[in-house]
C-alpha cells in the first residue's frame, strides 16, 4: 500500500513539473513574440520616419 501511495505522489509531483515546465516554455515563447512584435514596430516607426524625413526633403527641394 505504501509503494502505491509513493507512486502516486511521484506520477504527481512529475505531472506538477511537467506542468510548470510547459507554462515556463509558454510565457517564454509569448515574451519572445512580444519581443518580435515590439521590434517589427520599432522598424516600421523608423521606416515611416525616413519616409517622413524624405518626403519633407523632397518639399524643402521642390521650394528652392
Known sequence: MNAAVAADAADAADA????VAADAAVAADAADAAAATDAASATAAEAAAADAAAAADAAAARRY
Do not use: F, P, S
Not at 506538477?16 to 506542468?19: E, K, N, T, V
Open 16 to 19: 506538477a513539473d511537467a506542468a
